[in-house]
């Protein structure tokens, strides 16, 4: 069965409208469902946010079930000023953090078979937020259309694992919107986004709550959308 890997459980709730049957999976991470579409079961697991986290989620499944492939999916935001929000990125290739040139090669993404319509190019997969247009723009220098934070860390363990790896994203922020909050500083020991320290920032600077209301909203909008375009794909 395929394993699909997200940050946070949220961004399976449009998947889980689309789904027969799930069951809770008493696995020692943040989320974990087996859920059942057109009468397949998947696994569904979401540890956090960033490389490490991801990383534990693959391994847990791994070692609790006999998985066919793994799906990096959930959130992304846009660097080519183009891609729109609620649109679905399907990544060509993943280009680790870090990467400086494009003579380094990325890691490469099976494809997908949907009738849905979809943006494609480079996935820039690092461990931190890219939380300003300024850095998003310099991102973009690289010709990546899109960033995240797990795929390569998913990758990775497709490749230790010797499963096919797979990317299916939904854009929340686009190239020209910087976030209310620099998420980077209210992350937990661990990596985890903290809600504790995010309302406190917050309530120091009372003016972003329309604009954290606003990516609320679009976060459930492209949950919904994600949900969509999964459920009509063929992997």
Known sequence: MLAFVAAEAR???????????????NWPIDFARMSWFDGRAAVLVANGPGPKLAGQAVEIAKGRQKLSGLVSTGFCGALDPAIQPLDIFIPTEILMEGLQN????????????????????????QDRVAS???EKSELRKNGAGAIEMEAAA???????????????????????E???????????????FSIAKILSAAIRRP?????LMKLN????DAAQALGDFIADTRF
């Not at 010797?162 to 299916?168: A, H, T």
């Not at 910087?178 to 985890?192: C, E, M, Q, T, V």
């Not at 909203?217 to 459930?220: E, I, L, P």
């Open 132 to 134: 300003t247009i300024a």
């Open 178 to 192: 910087s976030f209310p909050l620099d998420f980077n500083k209210l992350r937990d020991a661990a990596g985890r």
């Open 102 to 125: 494009r003579d380094r090669p990325g890691a490469s993404v099976h494809p997908i078979t949907s009738k849905r319509l979809y943006q494609a190019g480079s996935l820039i997969s």
């Open 207 to 211: 003016t972003v709550f329309p604009a």
């Open 154 to 176: 998913v990758y990775e363990k497709a490749q230790q694992y010797n499963l096919p790896f797979y990317c299916i994203r939904v854009v929340t922020d686009t190239a020209n």
């Open 11 to 25: 961004e399976f709730s449009g998947l889980l409208r689309h789904a027969e049957r799930t069951v809770k999976l």
């Open 217 to 220: 909203k679009r976060s459930k």
